[in-house]
């Protein structure tokens, strides 16, 4: 389950996307989850899910794959919707006992999910579609600014990137570590708090040992690797193309017509 | 050249590097053994001032590994592949991560390109440039991270028990791609390995016992000392131990041979004599 987590994962493809900078695939995504979660009108969320999904196919990403990294999220999902269902004011649809179900609960139960999907699929294109280390210059080349008042904006771009780089890999040990718990007899589903406490330690405690040891180890081979010097030139210091400017035209556009729509309703 | 004198180590009190003195001459293949706790890594993170010593020095061409100055010109002149390929790639594509460290050392963006490409060609793994690092086997990592350090154009190459994780195939590969480099390019190579067979490629084997120096002498007169290897808990490598099990029974072998080459000629001699 966890190996299908797409955060920090690059698909390698030529397209539109993939060429594009990394700096407007930052800002789309920012700006596309600030979309994500304010404007919450029916027309909207259904323009800001044709959006996500014309930008999976203009990245030539298979569908089922950029879908892939909701599989981990599916329980967080499913208590979202409980929670909103369940706990939302509104008329009555359907009671029983204390349970009750509203019309506004089952609304907001769909749009919440909805978001979460659009939310999780959408970002995860910028770094489906951006290698880590462009991904890098583009964070160190948009806080550029702020290294006047003495940021280390390098050094903090580096760290984003790696945390992404790493989020897989992190999460493929978790699953060699439970697999290897199983196997000798170790069981991952105790039931109650503390029996759940008490299994996930035993995943927790090594998986920290393996992160200790390769960040360990990466900061040693970046340290073999002149990093730090504070020297860094980055190769394929991208230019804003055609295709940044439909990107953001598109973006802009799509922004500037949710607000009005929002505000006329 | 790299010439360590007097260097010294304690990790909780307990010496893991006592009194090592050493010199590693430009273009040599020098093979580092000993057992788990020996002190190898400890000695090779000093030699790309990863370490400081706490005692004696280490001198990288005329440069002090304790000179923060010339910190950045030793490592980019001693590069380091370690261990395991999982943790050592930055990018996520080989081309980026055999770019990384010509970019830190500030080359533009020409002679960043020319290095990665000489690199991926130096060691053979051109085709696979824009390959994700996640989907190459292990062999195939290794490499890439042998490209990675060898794009700084270092004088010397450590490396780290860089096939304790490899199958067999991959390992030979990636020994006979830093072999081609020594030779052809003149890249020095410390080789620090758990592998006897691969020590016994070296021009030279330095044994290290409990933090101290052995051995330090050529593949031949190190291995055909049994007296050193039982101490040191050493195997020989396989040609040699099937030697070396020939003469326990009894056949006239003088030198144990310590490759296939060596082996093969050594049962030829052998069976002409018998006839």
Wanted: net charge positive; proline share 4%.
């Amino acid at each position: 389950m966890l190996k299908d987590i797409n955060v920090g994962r690059y698909y390698p493809a030529s397209s539109p996307l993939h060429r594009a900078d990394a700096r407007t695939k930052i800002i789309v995504s920012v700006l596309f989850a600030i979309m994500v979660f304010a404007f919450d009108t029916p027309a909207a969320m259904l323009l800001l899910g044709i959006f996500c999904i014309a930008g999976i196919a203009i990245a030539h990403i298979p569908f089922g794959y950029a879908l892939k990294g909701l599989k981990p999220l599916r329980w967080f999902i499913l208590f979202t919707i409980i929670v909103n269902l369940l706990f939302t004011d509104g008329a009555t649809l359907w009671q029983w006992q204390l349970l009750r179900i509203t019309d506004r609960g089952m609304l907001n139960a769909v749009i919440t999910a909805y978001r979460l999907v659009l939310f999780v699929t959408g970002t995860s294109v910028l770094t489906l579609t951006t290698p880590p280390i462009a991904l890098t210059d583009g964070i160190a080349r948009l806080m550029r600014p702020l290294r006047r008042i003495g940021v280390p904006t390098d050094d903090i771009a580096m760290m984003i990137s790696v945390t992404l780089r790493f989020i897989p890999d992190f999460a493929d040990d978790a699953e060699k570590i439970m697999k290897a718990q199983r196997a000798r007899g170790g069981s991952l589903s105790e039931k109650g708090l503390i029996g759940r406490i008490r299994a996930v330690i035993p995943v927790t405690v090594p998986l920290f040992a393996s992160a200790i040891r390769r960040s360990g180890d990466l900061a040693l081979a970046m340290d073999s690797r002149c990093y730090g010097k504070g020297t860094r030139r980055p190769r394929n210091k991208s230019v804003f193309s055609k295709i940044d400017a439909t990107v953001f035209a598109v973006t802009g556009a799509l922004a500037i017509f949710l607000l009005i729509f929002q505000i006329m309703h | 050249m790299i010439q360590i004198t007097g260097l010294c180590r304690r990790y909780g009190g307990r010496y893991v590097l006592k009194n090592i003195d050493l010199k590693i001459k430009a273009g040599s293949f020098v093979a580092i053994v000993g057992a788990n706790g020996s002190g190898k890594s400890t000695l090779a993170a000093h030699l790309n001032a990863l370490l400081k010593p706490e005692e004696g020095s280490v001198i990288v061409d005329g440069m002090d590994t304790r000179d923060a100055d010339r910190l950045f010109d030793i490592r980019e002149r001693v590069g380091m592949v370690m261990q395991n390929p999982d943790h050592q790639a930055v990018a996520s594509i080989v081309e980026d991560d055999t770019a990384f460290a010509p970019e830190n050392l500030g080359f533009d963006e020409t002679e960043t390109q020319s290095r990665v490409d000489r690199a991926l060609d130096a060691v053979g793994i051109t085709h696979l440039r824009q390959r994700p690092i996640s989907t190459l086997s292990g062999g195939q990592k290794q490499l890439a991270a042998i490209a990675g350090i060898f794009a700084m154009c270092p004088q010397y190459m450590i490396c780290d028990e860089s096939t304790s994780m490899l199958d067999p195939t991959s390992r030979r590969r990636v020994l006979s791609c830093v072999k081609q480099l020594n030779k052809n390019l003149g890249l020095t190579v410390i080789w620090i390995t758990h592998y006897m067979d691969e020590a016994a490629q070296a021009d030279r084997v330095i044994v290290l016992d409990n933090g101290r120096i052995a051995a330090d002498d050529t593949p031949s007169q190190v291995f055909n000392n049994s007296e050193l290897l039982d101490r040191c808990a050493l195997e020989l490598p396989p040609c040699a131990a099937l030697a070396a099990e020939l003469k326990k029974e009894g056949i006239n072998i003088n030198a144990l041979p310590l490759t296939a080459e060596e082996c093969a000629n050594m049962i030829a001699t052998l069976t002409e004599a018998a006839q």
